[in-house]
């Protein structure tokens, strides 16, 4: 008789799933304790649950240990790279990033601050999957059979998921399901040349849903009132990963607890006269993407693809963008980052779009720009200088610029505020920071203090531009590259969490400070470039695209299309109150309403059905992906085809 009747009567294939089951909620509660950010469970359940299965089905296959090492292996190193992913940017890791890790540059950088501690954590508790996934010796007819479901359970988990990289998802499963989509991101987009877009006297306009909203309504066109502005020099200082909502009359205006207070950014804004603006969408995530966007007028590719500017970066024409716009009126463009201009082909980029000088600060005060001049012997700190570092550096260089007799825009990007932040914040504060196994709270605390000493350094450059007489003559815009979507304490972000961006203008004229839009203004990316293009009395903006924040009653609804590819998710909104959330395939969406002045702080998800089809859902992506060379012909379109 057996002395252990519940456990008998449980079948082995059941015993063992339910340890792997009991194993992965295990690596679950480590990456939970490692992140502090606690998804819901019934999610957690069932992604786990689903897993269990399919490693219960891949088990026999798994018997050699030359399979069953480097298989528990890539499971614990993916429990911790998820965590350390979800603690710097609030969502797993995506497959198609992965090709970063052959950067050497993004490696020595990214690896540099990571507790390995809590990488061995997971090691230990994944050990006994070393065991569990030793299964009976399969035959071919059976082990076709478990291959087959587990296909069938990788397909069911991928439509029940709304995603692969939320927290609440499994790092197993969710990365296997993205697998063929990664792949498949690898081949850029070939947009069609249509005359559906070509506008009147082309050919037919196609409509796109059943308001009668045209193709073009995406692709507005950011005209500018010619001579009004006057020539004098802007200076565009890109924040790394900073949200408006780090401000506390932003958030409070949102309805937010954010992980980030930034109360000294917020005054500093307001003694120096910015009107800084509660509605910002930045328009993807990753540097390369909203960097495009804000140089070039331009949308960003929304899906995970080859961003646009690896492949203007490799393409032998110059951009029709900002900087180039402005060098063609008599500007010296500058452009200085904090990093080492090589990685996201930054060095070539920045060239093509119009920069005449292009400086990348790889070292504490070393130089590497385009012309090959450079280099302090001192070791890079992270990605680059301090920002303590970095602003002073970047000031001796506009001063210099200054001395012509030119106008210059400049753009400043630093890094202060990127992964690893605790190589860009000095000393640890107290024992718990520089712990073996840091904890969120901990983690929090580095971080905060990175955005407190760029907020020191970005005020103290105000200060030495307003001694130097410089801040009266110099219209200066501060924005986001992209937002770190820090805005929930120990929570999952909100849908469009990772789109909140930031926007503060100062214009040089006190007077022009009365034209710009209000602070509640649905203002994207794409509306930089034409503002300064206004700003500075530019005759036309060419091609770029936005709305002018200095004509902000033009043009009425807005209709923009934009992504998050950390999160894999795809946006279609209307500035009326109306958005379409979907994943990259464009097949799965929900709706969701908005009040116009709150967009962030208000979603709510809705029965409306879709207001784009499928078909134009999947136009518009195609059509946002062509780079816009310059000069078009008079066969081309300057919006996209």
């Excluded at 500018?224 to 506390?248: D, F, K, M, Q, T």
Aim: proline share 8%; net charge negative; glycine share 8%.
């Amino acid at each position: 008789m057996s002395v252990r009747p519940g456990i008998d009567a449980i079948s082995p294939p059941l015993r063992r799933g339910l340890g792997i089951l009991a194993i992965l909620l295990l690596l679950r509660a480590l990456m939970v304790a490692q992140t502090g950010v606690i998804p819901p469970l019934p999610v957690v359940l069932a992604a786990d649950a689903a897993t269990a299965a399919f490693l219960l089905l891949l088990a026999p296959l798994l018997r050699p240990w030359a399979l069953r090492v480097p298989a528990v292996a890539l499971i614990a190193l993916g429990y911790y790279a998820g965590g350390e992913h979800i603690a710097t940017h609030g969502t797993l890791f995506r497959v198609a990033h992965l090709h970063h890790l052959l950067d050497a540059v993004f490696v020595a950088a990214s690896v540099e601050g990571e507790s390995k501690a809590w990488l061995g954590l997971h090691a230990l508790a994944a050990l006994p999957l070393l065991a569990l996934l030793r299964g009976p010796r399969p035959t071919l007819g059976i082990a076709g059979t478990r291959l087959g479901l587990a296909a069938m359970v990788i397909a069911g988990y991928g439509l029940a998921m709304d995603s692969h990289t939320r927290p609440a998802s499994n790092v197993v499963l969710g990365s296997i399901a993205q697998v063929p989509g990664a792949v498949l991101a690898q081949r850029s987009p070939e947009p069609r040349q249509t005359a559906a877009l070509e506008g009147p006297g082309k050919g037919p306009v196609l409509q796109l849903d059943a308001d009668g909203v045209e193709p073009e309504a995406f692709f507005e066109r950011g005209d500018v009132a010619p001579g009004e502005g006057r020539r004098h020099n802007v200076l565009l200082i890109l924040i790394e990963g900073l949200s408006a909502a780090y401000l506390p009359a932003v958030a409070r205006h949102h309805g937010l607890d954010p992980a980030i207070r930034l109360p000294a950014l917020e005054r500093t804004l307001d003694e120096r006269g910015f009107v800084t603006y509660r509605n910002v969408l930045s328009l993807q995530r990753q540097t390369n993407r909203g960097t495009y966007a804000l140089l070039c007028g331009d949308y960003p590719r929304i899906t995970t693809v080859p961003a646009k500017m690896t492949e203007a970066a490799e393409a032998d024409q110059p951009l029709d963008c900002l900087p180039s716009m402005l060098d063609a009126a008599g500007y010296r463009t500058v452009y200085i980052q904090a990093a080492p201009l090589e990685f996201m082909h930054k060095d070539r980029f920045m060239a093509r779009a119009g920069f005449e000088v292009v400086t990348g600060l790889s070292g504490a005060a070393g130089i590497d720009d385009r012309r090959g001049a450079s280099a302090s012997d001192e070791a890079p700190e992270g990605w680059g200088p301090t920002d303590e570092r970095f602003f002073p550096a970047a000031l001796e260089q506009l001063r210099e610029v200054a001395r012509g007799s030119e106008p210059w825009f400049a753009t400043l990007l630093n890094v202060g505020t990127h992964h690893p932040f605790t190589a860009q914040g000095g000393e640890p504060d107290n024992a718990e920071e520089e712990a073996v196994l840091p904890t969120p709270e901990a983690r929090r605390k580095v971080r905060n203090r990175a955005f407190e000493r760029m907020v020191t350094a970005l005020d103290q450059l105000l200060e030495a531009l307003a001694a130097d007489s410089l801040l009266d003559e110099t219209s200066v815009i501060i924005a986001s590259d992209e937002s770190g979507a820090m805005l929930r304490q120990d929570a999952e972000p909100g849908l469009l969490d990772g789109n909140f961006g930031m926007l503060a203008i100062r214009p040089a004229d006190a007077r022009t400070r009365e034209r710009l839009a209000q602070r509640d203004t649905l203002v994207t990316q794409l509306d930089v470039p034409v503002t300064i293009a206004d700003l500075v009395g530019l005759e036309a903006s060419g091609p770029l695209l936005g709305r002018s924040l200095l004509a902000p009653d033009e043009g009425g609804p807005r209709h923009l299309v934009f992504g998050d590819t950390y999160a894999g998710r795809t946006f279609f909104l209307r500035s009326t109150g109306r958005l379409l959330a979907c994943d990259e395939t464009f097949l799965r969406c929900q709706s969701w309403r908005f009040e116009p002045d709150r967009v962030i702080g208000s979603l709510e998800p809705s029965d409306d059905p879709p207001f784009l089809d499928l078909a134009a859902r999947r136009r518009l992506a195609e059509d946002t992906s062509r780079i816009r060379p310059a000069g078009p012909g008079p066969d081309e379109t300057a919006p996209p085809p």
